[in-house]
C-alpha cells in the first residue's frame, strides 16, 4: 500500500515530464519528415549532378550512357590541362573566355553597385513624389525574362536600330555594335595612333592569349551587353539599398544635418559607412553573377563577334554539347568555381573590418573624453541655470 | 559663441560613435535584461539537456549518414533506370522491338518541312503498322546530347556531317550503311563525310550547293547583259564593281568558310585535301582563294553581310543591300516567302586558276545505337530516301536529291536551279571529323577581321588547329 502511493506520488512528480520527452523525440522526427522533402530534392537536383559532373571532368566520358558505368574511365587531370596548359584552340579559348569575362565583371560590378545605390538613396528620399511609382519602374526589368530583354537589346543595338537612328540625328554614325569585335581600348589607342602593341606585350602572354590582347578592353558587342545586365540587375540591388536605408533610421541623418553637413558629405561620409554590409552583400552576389553569365550570350550572340562575347560559362555548355567534349565541359565549369569563391575570398579580405590603428583609437579616446568633460560642464551649468532661474537663457562663464 | 563651440563638439563625437552614446540609461537597462535573461536561459538549458543534447547530436549524425545513404542509394538506381549501363553493342543483328514505337527528331527549316516530314513518317507506319512521334528539336544538338546520355535517345533523327564523327566515336550512332542496297547511288563526297572510320553511320537526306545568286533588276539598271555573267574572278571584279551603288554593294556573303571557302576551292584548295585526310589550310592554293576575297573586300564592290548589318547573304540580298551573293539553295524558299518582289537569277560560280569550285552540304538521316527497333528505323529511312518521297519533299520545301539516280528527274523539275545540281560534280564539303567544327568556327571569327589581318596569319593559324585534330 505504502509502496504503491509512493510509486504514485513519485509517477505524479514525473508526469509532466516524461511526456513532454516522449513529444520531443517526436518533434524530431517530424522535423526530419518535414525536411526530407527538400533535402531529397537537393541532393538529387543538386548534391548528385555537381558530384557526377565533378567525375565527369576527371574522366574520359563520352556522353553515351552513365558517366559511372564500367566503360569510363579515370583519366587524371587531363581535361584540366587541356583548357589550362597544351597549348592550343582549347586553351586559347579558354583564355578569350576568362578575359571577356574579366573585363565584363571589372565594369559591371562596381556600376550596378553605384547605380543601385544612388537610386535607393533617391527613392529613399520623403520629399519625391510617387516613390512606389519609380520603385516598381527601376525593379521592372528584374523581374522581366533576361531573354526578351536580350531580343530587344539587339533591336536597339543593330545597325539600323533605334540607337543608330538618334546618333544619326547628331550626325553620327553609329558602329555596327554587335558586329565590333575591336577591343574599346584599343580603339581608344587607334585613335591616338596607336595600332600595334610593343612586342613585350604581343609577344608574351597566359592562357594563349597575348598580354596585349588581354588589355584590350571590352569589345563593343561586349559593351552592349554590360549596359543591359546593369540595366536589368540594378533595380534588384536597389531593393536591398532601400531596405538596409530604411533600418538605419533618421537619427544620424538628422544629427549631421544640424552638423552642417551637405547632402554629399552625409551620403559618403554618414549613410554609406552604415550600409557596409549590405555593400558586401551586393558586391559578393554581383562578382558570382557576373561569372556565370549565360543566357544574355545564350540567346544573344553566342560568343560573337570573334568570340569577343564567348564567356567560360557559355564555353563549358558549347564544349559539352556541341563539341561532345565533355570532360573539357565540366572542368571548365570546375575551374569557374575556383575563381568565383577565390574571388569572393579577395573581396572579404579587402572589405572586411579591419582593426583601428593605435593613433585613431587614441584619437577617439581623446573625443571621447573631451565630450565626457563638456557635458559635465554642461550638466552643471544646466543646474546652475535652474537654480538661478529668471536669469535668461544667454548665460556667461 | 562658447556655447555654439560646445553643442558642434558634442554632436561631433555623437557622430563618431554612431548611437551607442544616444542610448543613455533606459536601453542600457534593457539591454541588461536582456543579457541577464539570456544568460540564465542558456544556464537552465546547459543544466538540463547536457546529455540529452549530446544524445540528439548522436541522433542527428545518424540521420545525416542514413540521409546521404539514401542518397547514394538514389545515384546507383539512377545508373540503373535513368542511365543506361549495359550497352552491348549489336554486331550484326539488328533489334526489332514493335512494341515502344519510334521517335523522329528534326531540325525544321519552318512549317512546310515539318508537314511535309510527319506525312511521310506517318505513311510509313500506316504501311508498317508501327507508332510514331515527329517532334521538331529547338536546338537538335542539345536534345540529341540529352538523348545519348539518358539512354533513351530519339531512334532517328537528322545528323549534321560535323557532329556525326563525335557521336560516333562515343557508339551512339548505328553504322546501318551496309544494309542500304543502293548506297552507291549516292555522290561519293557526301558518303564520304557521312562515314567515321571506314563505316557508313548516315544516308544523306539532301543536299545543297552554293552558286551566285543575282538581282537581274540591278544588273539590268546597271547596263550588264546575259553575256556579262562572270567567268572568271577578274569578271567577277568588274561586274561586282559596275554594280556597286551608293545603296548598295555589288557582292556580298557571311564572313565563314562555308561562302569563303568557295573561293578556296576554285584556285584548288580548301582547308582539308580532297579526301578529308590532311590539312591544307595554309596551302598556296588556299592562300590564293582567300587573297582574293581580301582583294574583293578592299575595293568596295564587296562587303560581308555582317557588316551591311544583315544576318546572312539572304537577307543582304533580299532588302537590296546587294547585287549579288553567295548562297545555296535554300535561298529560293527565303526570297519567295519573305522578299517576292525582288526578280533573281541563279548562275554558276566564275571559275578560278583551278577550275569550277563550290561547296556543298548535306544533312543525314541518323539512328541511335540505343534505339529499341533499328529494323523499323532503317526501313523508314530506306522509306524517306526514295524517289518519290524525296521528290515529295523537294515540291514542299524545296532540297535537292543526294541520290544522283533522282538528279535528273529533279533537274526536269526545277531547271531554274540547275547550277545548283550541277555544282555536285565539283564541289567540296567542310571538314567532318571530330573536333573540326571548333576549329571551323574559329576560322569563321577572324574572317570576320580579314579586313585588317593578313590571309596568311589567318590560314597559318587554322592550319595549326587542323593539325592538332589531322595527326
Known amino acids: 500500500?505504502?509502496?504503491?502511493?509512493?510509486?504514485?506520488?513519485?509517477?505524479?512528480?514525473?508526469?509532466?515530464?516524461?511526456?513532454?520527452?516522449?513529444?520531443?523525440?517526436?518533434?524530431?522526427?517530424?522535423?526530419?519528415?518535414?525536411?526530407?522533402?527538400?533535402?531529397?530534392?537537393?541532393?538529387?537536383?543538386?548534391?548528385?549532378?555537381?558530384?557526377?559532373?565533378?567525375?565527369?571532368?576527371?574522366?574520359?566520358?563520352?556522353?553515351?550512357?552513365?558517366?559511372?558505368?564500367?566503360?569510363?574511365?579515370?583519366?587524371?587531370?587531363?581535361?584540366?590541362?587541356?583548357?589550362?596548359?597544351?597549348?592550343?584552340?582549347?586553351?586559347?579559348?579558354?583564355?578569350?573566355?576568362?578575359?571577356?569575362?574579366?573585363?565584363?565583371?571589372?565594369?559591371?560590378?562596381?556600376?550596378?553597385?553605384?547605380?543601385?545605390?544612388?537610386?535607393?538613396?533617391?527613392?529613399?528620399?520623403?520629399?519625391?513624389?510617387?516613390?512606389?511609382?519609380?520603385?516598381?519602374?527601376?525593379?521592372?526589368?528584374?523581374?522581366?525574362?533576361?531573354?526578351?530583354?536580350?531580343?530587344?537589346?539587339?533591336?536597339?543595338?543593330?545597325?539600323?536600330?533605334?540607337?543608330?537612328?538618334?546618333?544619326?540625328?547628331?550626325?553620327?554614325?553609329?558602329?555596327?555594335?554587335?558586329?565590333?569585335?575591336?577591343?574599346?581600348?584599343?580603339?581608344?589607342?587607334?585613335?591616338?595612333?596607336?595600332?600595334?602593341?610593343?612586342?613585350?606585350?604581343?609577344?608574351?602572354?597566359?592562357?594563349?592569349?597575348?598580354?596585349?590582347?588581354?588589355?584590350?578592353?571590352?569589345?563593343?558587342?561586349?559593351?552592349?551587353?554590360?549596359?543591359?545586365?546593369?540595366?536589368?540587375?540594378?533595380?534588384?540591388?536597389?531593393?536591398?539599398?532601400?531596405?538596409?536605408?530604411?533600418?538605419?533610421?533618421?537619427?544620424?541623418?538628422?544629427?549631421?544635418?544640424?552638423?552642417?553637413?551637405?547632402?554629399?558629405?552625409?551620403?559618403?561620409?554618414?549613410?554609406?559607412?552604415?550600409?557596409?554590409?549590405?555593400?558586401?552583400?551586393?558586391?559578393?552576389?554581383?562578382?558570382?553573377?557576373?561569372?556565370?553569365?549565360?543566357?544574355q550570350i545564350y540567346t544573344g550572340t553566342k560568343g560573337g563577334p570573334s568570340k569577343t562575347t564567348l564567356t567560360p560559362a557559355y564555353l563549358s555548355y558549347s564544349a559539352a554539347f556541341d563539341n561532345q567534349e565533355w570532360g573539357q565541359g565540366a572542368a571548365i565549369s570546375f575551374i569557374l568555381f575556383v575563381i568565383i569563391v577565390v574571388m569572393t575570398w579577395i573581396q572579404r579580405q579587402i572589405m572586411k573590418d579591419r582593426k583601428m590603428s593605435r593613433r585613431k583609437i587614441a584619437y577617439y579616446e581623446a573625443l571621447k573624453s573631451e565630450t565626457r568633460g563638456l557635458r559635465h560642464v554642461s550638466a552643471s551649468q544646466l543646474s546652475s541655470s535652474a537654480n538661478a532661474s529668471g536669469r535668461g537663457e544667454d548665460h556667461h562663464e | 559663441m562658447e556655447r555654439k563651440n560646445c553643442f558642434s563638439h558634442s554632436s561631433k563625437s555623437n557622430l563618431a560613435w554612431g548611437k551607442r552614446n544616444k542610448g543613455h540609461a533606459s536601453t542600457r537597462i534593457v539591454v541588461f535584461f536582456k543579457l541577464k535573461f539570456c544568460n540564465v536561459k542558456n544556464l537552465m538549458i546547459d543544466f538540463k539537456d547536457c546529455s540529452v543534447r549530446r544524445r540528439i547530436m548522436k541522433r542527428k549524425l545518424a540521420v545525416v549518414a542514413s540521409t546521404f545513404s539514401v542518397l547514394a542509394m538514389l545515384l546507383a538506381g539512377c545508373g540503373g533506370s535513368g542511365f543506361s549501363s549495359e550497352n552491348s553493342p549489336t554486331s550484326g543483328s539488328l533489334t526489332s522491338d514493335k512494341t515502344k514505337?519510334?521517335?523522329?527528331?528534326?531540325?525544321?527549316?519552318?512549317?512546310?518541312?515539318?508537314?511535309?516530314?510527319?506525312?511521310?513518317?506517318?505513311?510509313?507506319?500506316?504501311?508498317?503498322?508501327?507508332?510514331?512521334?515527329?517532334?521538331?528539336?529547338?536546338?537538335?544538338?542539345?536534345?540529341?546530347?540529352?538523348?545519348?546520355?539518358?539512354?533513351?535517345?530519339?531512334?532517328?533523327?537528322?545528323?549534321?556531317?560535323?557532329?556525326?564523327?563525335?557521336?560516333?566515336?562515343?557508339?551512339?550512332?548505328?553504322?546501318?550503311?551496309?544494309?542500304?542496297?543502293?548506297?552507291?547511288?549516292?555522290?561519293?563526297?557526301?558518303?564520304?563525310?557521312?562515314?567515321?572510320?571506314?563505316?557508313?553511320?548516315?544516308?544523306?537526306?539532301?543536299?545543297?550547293?552554293?552558286?551566285?545568286?543575282?538581282?537581274?533588276?540591278?544588273?539590268?539598271?546597271?547596263?550588264?547583259?546575259?553575256?556579262?555573267?562572270?567567268?572568271?574572278?577578274?569578271?567577277?571584279?568588274?561586274?561586282?564593281?559596275?554594280?556597286?551603288?551608293?545603296?548598295?554593294?555589288?557582292?556580298?556573303?557571311?564572313?565563314?568558310?562555308?561562302?569563303?571557302?568557295?573561293?578556296?576551292?576554285?584556285?584548288?584548295?580548301?582547308?582539308?585535301?580532297?579526301?578529308?585526310?590532311?590539312?591544307?589550310?595554309?596551302?598556296?592554293?588556299?592562300?590564293?582563294?582567300?587573297?582574293?576575297?581580301?582583294?574583293?573586300?578592299?575595293?568596295?564592290?564587296?562587303?560581308?553581310s555582317s557588316d551591311l548589318g544583315t544576318g546572312w547573304g539572304g537577307e543582304a540580298f533580299g532588302t537590296g543591300k546587294a547585287a549579288m551573293t553567295i548562297e545555296g539553295n535554300w535561298i529560293l524558299g527565303s526570297l519567295a516567302a519573305d522578299y517576292p518582289s525582288v526578280k533573281y537569277k541563279v548562275i554558276a560560280l566564275p571559275s578560278g586558276p583551278a577550275g569550277k569550285g563550290t561547296m556543298q552540304f548535306t544533312n543525314g538521316w541518323g539512328i541511335a545505337e540505343d534505339s529499341p527497333d533499328q529494323k523499323g528505323a532503317v526501313s523508314l529511312v530506306k522509306y524517306l530516301t526514295s524517289e518519290s518521297v524525296i521528290m515529295e519533299f523537294a515540291k514542299a520545301f524545296g532540297i535537292m536529291p543526294g541520290n544522283s539516280k533522282f538528279a535528273a528527274d529533279w533537274e526536269k523539275e526545277y531547271p531554274q536551279q540547275a547550277p545548283f545540281i550541277d555544282g555536285l560534280k565539283y564541289a567540296i564539303g567542310v571538314p567532318a571529323a571530330k573536333g573540326a567544327s571548333t576549329v571551323v568556327s574559329d576560322f569563321d571569327s577572324q574572317l570576320a577581321q580579314l579586313k585588317n589581318t593578313e590571309p596568311k596569319a589567318i590560314l597559318d593559324k587554322t592550319q595549326t588547329n587542323l593539325e592538332a585534330i589531322y595527326k
Not at chain 2, 517532334?135 to 539512354?151: C, E, M, R, T, Y
Not at chain 2, 555573267?229 to 561586274?239: F, G, I, M, R, S
Request: net charge positive; hydrophobic share 45%.
Open chain 1, 1 to 295: 500500500m505504502f509502496a504503491k502511493t509512493d510509486t504514485e506520488s513519485t509517477g505524479n512528480d514525473f508526469v509532466p515530464y516524461a511526456p513532454k520527452k516522449i513529444k520531443h523525440a517526436k518533434e524530431q522526427l517530424s522535423a526530419w519528415l518535414f525536411c526530407a522533402p527538400m533535402l531529397i530534392i537537393l541532393g538529387v537536383f543538386l548534391v548528385i549532378p555537381i558530384i557526377m559532373a565533378l567525375w565527369v571532368s576527371f574522366s574520359d566520358w563520352t556522353g553515351r550512357g552513365n558517366p559511372f558505368s564500367a566503360g569510363v574511365h579515370f583519366i587524371g587531370v587531363g581535361n584540366y590541362e587541356s583548357v589550362l596548359t597544351t597549348p592550343g584552340l582549347a586553351q586559347s579559348d579558354f583564355g578569350t573566355a576568362i578575359r571577356n569575362n574579366a573585363w565584363y565583371t571589372l565594369l559591371v560590378v562596381p556600376l550596378q553597385t553605384l547605380l543601385s545605390l544612388l537610386l535607393a538613396v533617391m527613392l529613399n528620399r520623403r520629399i519625391l513624389k510617387a516613390r512606389s511609382f519609380f520603385r516598381t519602374a527601376f525593379y521592372f526589368p528584374s523581374v522581366t525574362s533576361s531573354v526578351a530583354i536580350t531580343v530587344l537589346w539587339l533591336f536597339l543595338f543593330g545597325s539600323t536600330g533605334s540607337i543608330n537612328a538618334v546618333l544619326s540625328w547628331f550626325g553620327v554614325k553609329g558602329p555596327n555594335w554587335f558586329n565590333d569585335p575591336r577591343g574599346l581600348l584599343q580603339i581608344l589607342l587607334a585613335h591616338l595612333g596607336v595600332s600595334r602593341g610593343p612586342s613585350a606585350l604581343t609577344q608574351h602572354g597566359l592562357l594563349g592569349i597575348s598580354w596585349w590582347d588581354w588589355l584590350a578592353g571590352p569589345s563593343v558587342a561586349m559593351f552592349a551587353i554590360i549596359l543591359m545586365v546593369i540595366f536589368t540587375t540594378s533595380g534588384t540591388f536597389m531593393l536591398m539599398f532601400i531596405a538596409a536605408l530604411q533600418s538605419i533610421g533618421e537619427g544620424t541623418e538628422e544629427a549631421a544635418i544640424m552638423d552642417g553637413a551637405n547632402a554629399w558629405q552625409r551620403l559618403w561620409h554618414v549613410t554609406v559607412p552604415q550600409l557596409k554590409p549590405t555593400i558586401f552583400t551586393v558586391v559578393t552576389l554581383g562578382i558570382i553573377g557576373t561569372w556565370q553569365v549565360f543566357d
Open chain 2, 101 to 304: 514505337g519510334l521517335n523522329i527528331l528534326i531540325a525544321s527549316s519552318g512549317d512546310p518541312e515539318t508537314k511535309a516530314v510527319k506525312k511521310a513518317v506517318q505513311d510509313w507506319a500506316t504501311k508498317n503498322d508501327r507508332k510514331v512521334t515527329v517532334s521538331v528539336a529547338s536546338d537538335i544538338n542539345q536534345q540529341l546530347s540529352q538523348g545519348f546520355a539518358s539512354g533513351s535517345p530519339a531512334d532517328v533523327f537528322y545528323l549534321a556531317p560535323d557532329q556525326l564523327a563525335g557521336y560516333a566515336s562515343s557508339g551512339s550512332l548505328l553504322a546501318y550503311g551496309d544494309q542500304i542496297s543502293n548506297r552507291d547511288d549516292y555522290y561519293p563526297s557526301l558518303l564520304q563525310s557521312l562515314t567515321y572510320k571506314g563505316k557508313l553511320y548516315a544516308i544523306p537526306k539532301d543536299v545543297s550547293t552554293l552558286q551566285l545568286v543575282i538581282n537581274t533588276d540591278m544588273w539590268s539598271a546597271a547596263g550588264l547583259t546575259a553575256s556579262d555573267y562572270p567567268k572568271t574572278w577578274a569578271q567577277l571584279e568588274n561586274v561586282a564593281k559596275k554594280l556597286t551603288t551608293s545603296s548598295h554593294v555589288g557582292l556580298s556573303f557571311s564572313p565563314q568558310y562555308a561562302r569563303v571557302g568557295t573561293f578556296m576551292a576554285q584556285a584548288g584548295g580548301g582547308l582539308v585535301n580532297a579526301k578529308g585526310t590532311k590539312a591544307t589550310a595554309n596551302s598556296e592554293q588556299s592562300l590564293k582563294g582567300l587573297t582574293e576575297v581580301k582583294k574583293l573586300i578592299a575595293s568596295g564592290s564587296t562587303a560581308f
